[in-house]
């Protein structure tokens, strides 16, 4: 099915990524009703796919939403908690921030943990603070995607198992990619989304869980209705549908992604994205660009470039999107930065097209 008409562009953007034609053309299908069988065999099949990627199907489900990777996020949060539970969010990025920003708008009672964005966490004093603070919920971003920096995750969950805090992890842009072991990282409920590393298309979001810890949401507080976690949760299991229309072709880009992550796997994805990275660095170093973060505290999926004098972001995305290249601005106030993704159906040859490109545009000048 070559379609001459959908020319490949690359995006360097911390998703939506680049897709496969695999992924494209997979949402050409019949229309279905979802409320048939066959459908409901297909959402059984991926919620169990998903699970696995982070742990078994015996004590871990997935809750499926139609929504960007936000919507995850914000079921999580406002199905977790009771009036007298206390979140504690860490915030060393925008991500971060946007938990916060949903905790504030369920009037939850939270504290923002702040962290440097461009350095390690300090977990010693993470412990002080949960345990003077009497915290009972923790949530916090994998892979802040605003500056690259990876979050310990395994360390945080070793805090959280000491002192019984059900811990709740933005996965975003870190899960396909980077290794998560929901059950050895002690984490109670997970969010991500098909349009970042499993390179699917856009539209469908999910908590992955604690089969107890989801069965426990049955006594907190219902703030929400749309994304109430536990109402989706429970008839998926009993129905084997969305309680509401779901993105059906999404979804079917989504089986299409699975099957493309499987026969990849996990370790060698994030090598391929890796790779394109050590181009990128090399290329940088070249110019004498400065990183934001040190290169050992870096996901390699994403990285934020000190914008040099007289730079004009507007001007080199420009001179790059007329070549089929998009680049992404920076997120962080204080510094300006822009930031080029290694994600998506992308490798070290499309990342050299780029960095060719790159070197002419400051070249030039
Ligand atoms: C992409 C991303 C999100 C979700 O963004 P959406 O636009 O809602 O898909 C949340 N957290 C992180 C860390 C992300 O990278």
């Excluded at 009703?33 to 796919?49: A, D, N, S, V």
């Excluded at 009972?136 to 805090?159: P, Q, R």
């Excluded at 400065?290 to 995305?317: A, R």
Aim: charged share 25%; with cysteine.
């Amino acid at each position: 099915m070559e379609n001459e008409n959908i020319k490949r562009k690359i995006l360097l953007t911390p998703g939506p990524a680049t897709t496969t034609e695999g992924v494209k053309y997979s949402q050409v299908v019949p229309d279905i009703c979802p409320r048939e069988k066959e459908f409901g065999e297909l959402i059984q099949w991926i919620r169990r796919e998903l699970t696995c990627i982070v742990g078994d199907n015996e004590d871990y489900a997935t809750v499926l939403f139609g929504g960007s990777g936000t919507a995850a996020i914000e079921s999580m949060i406002c199905s977790s908690l009771s009036d007298n539970d206390k979140l504690l969010v860490i915030s060393n990025g925008a991500y971060g921030k946007r938990i916060c920003r949903i905790a504030e708008a369920y009037g939850l009672a939270f504290f923002e943990f702040k962290s440097s964005p461009k350095a390690m966490i300090d977990l010693d004093k993470l412990e002080q603070v949960l345990v003077e603070k009497e915290i009972n919920h923790l949530a916090v971003v994998h892979h802040e995607t605003t500056t690259g920096l990876l979050n310990d995750v395994a360390s945080i969950g070793a805090i959280c198992r000491k002192l019984n805090i059900s811990f709740l992890l933005d996965a975003i842009s870190s899960f396909a990619s980077i290794p998560i072991n929901m059950k050895e990282m002690h984490i109670s409920f997970l969010a991500a989304s098909s349009n970042k590393n499993l390179q699917g298309m856009p539209g469908v979001s999910f908590v992955i869980a604690n089969k107890k810890s989801l069965d426990s949401l049955a006594n907190k507080k219902t703030r929400c209705f749309y994304l109430n976690l536990y109402d989706q949760y429970q008839f998926l299991k009993k129905n084997k549908q969305f309680r509401f229309t779901p993105p059906v072709q999404t979804i079917y880009a989504l089986k299409q992604a699975l099957i493309e992550f499987k026969k990849e796997g996990l370790p060698n994805r994030y090598l391929r994205y890796a790779k394109s990275w050590e181009v990128l660095v090399d290329s940088l170093k070249e110019l004498g660009l400065k990183m934001l973060l040190e290169e050992d505290i870096q996901s390699k999926l994403i990285v934020s470039v000190v914008e040099p004098e007289s730079f004009e972001f507007e001007d080199f995305h420009d001179f790059l999107y007329e070549k089929g290249i998009t680049v992404y601005p920076g997120k962080l106030t204080e510094e300006k930065t822009f930031r080029i993704g290694t994600i998506g159906d992308i490798d070290h040859r499309d990342m050299k097209i780029f960095t060719d490109l790159m070197q002419s545009y400051f070249k030039a000048d």
